[in-house]
């Protein structure tokens, strides 16, 4: 059983910044990629960035230069840092983790955790 959970989310006013947390937990024997995506009210889920095991990184365009990714393999452990957030960014945001088990590879989501961006 793996487990993926998102913390880190809140309210922020216009112009300031987050930092999310996704830590994977489990009978895990290794991780490749990871990623965040996110789903405003009403609207598709869309990837916003992933980090594969090597960490190479890949962005969408509508936060290139504003959100950074990283992630710590000992911890199995993802992060987003966003900065200069724009209400445009509230949106529910889900981790995703691509899980190599004992005898199988697995894809994980997490629960999400709602970020608001208003003043």
């Known amino acids: 059983q793996v487990q993926v959970v998102e913390s880190g989310g809140g309210l922020v006013q216009p112009g300031g910044s987050l930092r999310l947390s996704c830590a994977a937990s489990?009978?895990?024997?290794?991780?490749?990629?990871m990623g965040w995506y996110r789903q405003a009210p009403g609207k598709q889920r869309d990837l916003v960035a992933t980090?594969?095991?090597?960490?190479?990184?890949n962005y969408a365009e509508f936060v290139k230069g504003r959100f950074a990714i990283s992630r710590d393999n000992a911890k199995n452990t993802v992060y987003l840092s966003m900065n200069n957030l724009d209400p445009e960014d509230t949106a529910v945001y889900y981790c995703?983790?691509?899980?190599?088990?004992?005898?199988?590879?697995?894809?994980?989501w997490g629960q999400g955790t709602q970020v608001t961006v208003s003043s």
């Open positions: 995703n983790a691509d899980v190599q088990l004992v005898l199988r590879r697995a894809n994980y």
């Open positions: 489990g009978t895990i024997f290794l991780i490749y990629t």
């Open positions: 980090i594969t095991s090597d960490g190479s990184t």
